[in-house]
């Protein structure tokens, strides 16, 4: 589906959605607050999750492998059920895929808070995985009322409304754990009810009726969406350098909390605020910088110095023996926060109008096959740090990991930059 100026292009209106077609840019505003209120339902119980896991376990390093065992099965379903959803909404539209996932996230959230067992968690997280894989329609959606020029762009735009729903939804999540470790997850549930009332009554179809297609479900599957991916003109190598940076990413995602509770004394506020840090500069570089940045550097060029500054603060991390020391370096690793969106917009550039859902649901399940890889990488790690002092310099172990893997992530980007000398050249505008 060719389209020629995404701000002039009617998205279909939905029923319960008001009258009449709304112009692209309307509906991204539309879709940003969609993932807006889903980030901040998901960055409420960041903070406390490990907590919640550490209920019911016997001591530190128990609680680690429990938890890297919940956050493995949230992966597992994010893996398999991107690739469907993605296919669903090229078949049905955005919008009601969409609508299934605020359900599923919203039961996942109340169903956890009730949990007394840790299997309990284990099970819910496992739903909550497979409808929070929904985030690959959000991107769909992007896809379908923006030029492939000015994806990137848009796709950090959207990356801004993650990292404000990591500005704010791990404070809010600290401060009610530290009233009750379960009400971040009923709070978490309320949101996920409020974006499925907005979702059915505001959200626009960005996807005609024309332009939608049956996929054979044998076809939704991961592996074979990596094929797809992998075979899409000017990608190549660039699947390699999404693979250790989400390694990268959701080793630290995992590593994070329990890192901090060990080496700097943090509780659920604690680990709040420092997410909080984090979100701070994922909004302002992809809210606000990433444009600019685009316009001087280019997508990949951008994209390589990203990983080069985020394998340095990984290295800076693993070395900080002070809390204060660790939000310096999030200061400092601003361009790290581009890395995703610059990636993100090339290989959606790539591929065909009509498969946006499958391309970025396939993109989705690359990043949940990393998440359900990392915490088994990372997991022995954290049961062997809670061995060392605090300020032994190899409490450190996790985020030395990390640093290892954005470094394969940046060596690759080199080679697929030297493969596609005139394509880095150019910045995107």
């Given at each position: 589906?060719?389209?020629?100026d ?24 539309f ?27 016997a ?39 969409l ?19 840790a299997w ?17 329609v ?30 704010l ?24 009810l ?14 005609p ?18 094929r ?19 390694l990268?990413?959701?080793s ?35 809210g ?12 990949r060029?951008?994209?390589?110095i ?5 394998t ?18 999030v ?39 990393t998440?359900v ?24 172990l ?5 640093a ?8 690759l ?17």
């Open positions: 589906m060719s389209v020629a995404p701000d002039d292009r009617p998205a279909d209106a939905p029923a319960g959605a008001g009258a009449g077609a709304l112009p692209g840019r309307a509906a991204m505003r879709i940003m607050l969609v993932v807006l209120i889903d980030m901040l339902a998901v960055g409420i119980i960041v903070p406390v999750l490990p907590a919640m896991v550490g209920q019911f376990t001591d530190p390093a128990d609680q680690a492998r429990w938890y890297g065992i919940v956050v493995v099965s949230y992966a597992i379903a994010q893996f398999v059920a991107a690739p469907i959803l993605g296919a669903l909404s090229d078949r049905y539209g955005r919008r009601p895929v609508l299934l996932g605020f359900t599923g996230l919203a039961l996942n959230f109340f169903a956890t808070a009730l949990a007394t067992a309990m968690l284990v099970a819910s997280r496992i739903v909550g995985g497979a409808m929070q894989a929904n985030a690959a959000a991107n769909a959606y992007v896809a379908d009322i923006t030029p492939p020029h000015e994806r990137a762009r848009r796709f950090g735009m959207l990356g801004a409304m993650f990292g404000i729903g990591f500005i939804g791990p404070v809010l999540g600290g401060l009610l754990g530290g009233i009750d470790v379960r009400l971040p997850f009923v709070a978490a549930g309320v949101l996920a409020l974006n499925l009332a907005y979702g059915w009554f505001v959200l626009p179809e960005s996807l009726p024309a332009a939608r297609h049956r996929t054979a479900w044998w076809a939704a599957n991961p592996l074979r969406s990596f797809q991916l992998a075979a899409l003109r000017g990608v190549g190598v660039l699947v390699g350098v999404l693979a250790f940076a989400g990268a990413q959701f630290l995602y995992t590593s994070w909390v329990l890192y901090g509770t060990h080496r700097y004394g943090w509780g659920p506020t604690e680990s709040g605020w420092s997410l909080f840090a984090v979100g701070l500069v994922a909004a302002f570089v992809q606000g910088l990433l444009g600019r940045l685009l316009r001087v550097f280019g997508a060029r951008l994209a390589i990203g990983l080069l500054s985020s340095l603060a990984y290295v800076a991390w693993g070395l900080a023996t002070t809390s204060l020391m660790l939000y310096v370096i200061f400092a690793n601003i361009l790290g926060a581009a890395v995703a969106s610059s990636l993100q917009g090339m290989v959606s550039a790539a591929a065909d109008e009509t498969v946006q859902g499958q391309t970025m649901g396939a993109v989705s399940s690359l990043n949940s096959l998440a890889v990392a915490p088994v990488l990372v997991t022995p790690l954290l049961m062997t740090m809670t061995s060392f002092p605090a300020a032994d310099w190899r409490s450190g996790p985020m030395f990991f990390c290892a893997l954005q470094a394969v992530a940046l060596t980007a080199l080679l697929h930059a030297r493969r596609h000398p005139a394509a880095a050249a150019v910045p995107s505008r």
